[in-house]
């Protein structure tokens, strides 16, 4: 099964497309804030969350719920793809319903192989993939610039490295990140 969760008007053929909202037409109207999430364990072999997360999960109990659903529904070697809106980009400033900022960064935390490197580094990062039992890797990361820097970009008046330096420290750099996740199971049952 693959899963197009918070689908909105945004079907995706050969996926089961969910979103709390009837009025969108889902396959099936699901809220993923409430737990369980109707789906088998391990059934799961690919996962579209664009431009989703950034609306659930207000309180961080209710956020670390949905990555437990998300992880306990994957089977093993699942793809979550994840599109999110730039935290310092006005497309997530100016929505009322964006309720959590998502860096890329943040998926480390629900990594045990990361959470074992940390303890043995001494970090005082949260063991998150410890804690929950999840295990999540992180195989790629994209950022979208916003659509005035890309042309500054492609005519060379800036380089990606000085685009990134920029995007440290100002607004409307980049638009959104694009993550790709790879779910870690133990294949046998």
């Known amino acids: 099964?693959?899963?197009?969760?918070?689908?909105?008007?945004?079907?995706?053929?050969?996926?089961?497309?969910?979103?709390?909202?009837?009025?969108?037409n889902p396959d099936r109207v699901v809220d993923l804030e409430v737990f369980p999430w109707p789906f088998d364990n391990d059934s799961v072999e690919e996962v579209v969350l664009s431009h989703v997360l950034e609306h659930l999960g207000e309180s961080s109990k209710v956020y670390l719920g949905i990555i437990r659903e998300l992880y306990r529904v994957c089977r093993a070697d699942a793809v979550v793809r994840i599109a999110v809106p730039h935290p310092r980009h006005d497309d997530y400033l100016t929505d009322p319903t964006h309720v959590r900022p998502i860096l890329p960064e943040q998926f480390h935390m629900f990594s045990k192989k990361m959470n074992r490197e940390?303890?043995?580094?001494?970090?005082?990062?949260?063991?998150?993939?410890?804690?929950?039992?999840?295990?999540?890797?992180?195989?790629?990361?994209?950022?979208?610039?916003?659509?005035?820097?890309?042309?500054?970009?492609?005519?060379?008046?800036?380089?990606?490295?000085?685009?990134?330096?920029?995007?440290?420290?100002?607004?409307?750099?980049?638009?959104?990140?694009?993550?790709?996740?790879?779910?870690?199971?133990?294949?046998?049952?």
């Open 1 to 24: 099964m693959r899963l197009n969760l918070g689908c909105g008007h945004n079907k995706l053929d050969g996926f089961v497309n969910c979103d709390t909202q009837a009025a969108c």
């Open 118 to 189: 940390w303890r043995a580094q001494g970090f005082a990062n949260t063991p998150l993939a410890e804690y929950l039992d999840v295990d999540f890797e992180v195989e790629d990361v994209q950022w979208v610039p916003d659509d005035r820097w890309v042309e500054r970009l492609r005519s060379g008046e800036i380089s990606s490295e000085k685009l990134a330096e920029l995007a440290q420290h100002q607004f409307n750099i980049l638009r959104e990140a694009r993550i790709t996740l790879r779910v870690k199971k133990d294949k046998t049952p």
